[in-house]
T-cell receptor, first 109, second 113 residues
């Protein structure tokens, strides 16, 4: 079957760095997405990786290793507004999105 | 900015009622999707549509149907609501390119009593 694993919850301190991991086993691979979802709001797109390596976008970076079936989202200089759930999703060989259950990130002052 | 609007944020319905959830997008996107989101589970795809009057079953279509009469509007119908359909329902749209990110509405929290 197809599976995406991410930690259920993580806690970090304001100003610090946090890495949210995502491992996947899917039927084929056509890219991996990260979305941010604040409580009670819509998920919003953060990043897309299809080739191995690191993609940097301001305070947020996303890394992909296709051979390991692994990605991470790196958040630097954490702010209180980064408290949210982070969803990992993989586009399989049929271009269908397979979603992880999300990681709830709690930022403490 | 793409806007995806869901008609209701909160709905409370009784078991057996017919329920309509409406979704409208304003960016002429070809693709529209209905997901449900439950605690501890990833988003699960109910139905999707790649064009007007076209629909495809997702992973959990049982108990649901959809309608897409106009490009901008995608409706989810619960023919006879049941308590196990209590959930957050998210509508999304994307342009007709396979790896385009989805644009989501704010969701409808449906409670069936």
């Amino acid at each position: 079957g197809q599976n995406i694993d991410q930690p259920t919850e993580m806690t970090a301190t304001e100003g610090a760095i946090v890495q949210i991991n995502c491992t996947y086993q899917t039927s084929g691979f056509n890219g991996l997405f990260w979305y941010q979802q604040h409580a009670g709001e819509a998920p919003t797109f953060l990043s897309y990786n299809v080739l191995d390596g690191l993609e940097e976008k301001g305070r947020f970076s996303s890394f992909l290793s296709r051979s390991k079936g692994y990605s991470y989202l790196l958040l630097k200089e954490l702010q209180m507004k980064d408290s949210a759930s982070y969803l990992c999703a993989v586009l399989d060989s049929n271009y269908q999105l397979i979603w992880g259950a999300g990681t709830k990130l709690i930022i403490k002052p | 900015d793409v806007k995806v609007t869901q008609s209701s944020r909160y709905l409370v319905k009784r078991t057996g009622e017919k329920v309509f959830l409406e979704c409208v997008q304003d960016m002429d996107h070809e693709n529209m999707f209905w997901y449900r989101q439950d605690p501890g589970l990833g988003l699960r795809l109910i139905y999707f549509s790649y064009d007007v009057k076209m629909k495809e079953k997702g992973d959990i279509p049982e108990g649901y149907s959809v309608s897409r009469e106009k490009k901008e509007r995608f409706s989810l119908i619960l023919e006879s609501a049941s308590t196990n359909q209590t959930s957050m329902y998210l509508c999304a749209s994307s342009p007709g390119v396979d790896n385009s990110p989805l644009h989501f509405g704010n969701g409808t929290r449906l409670t069936v009593t």
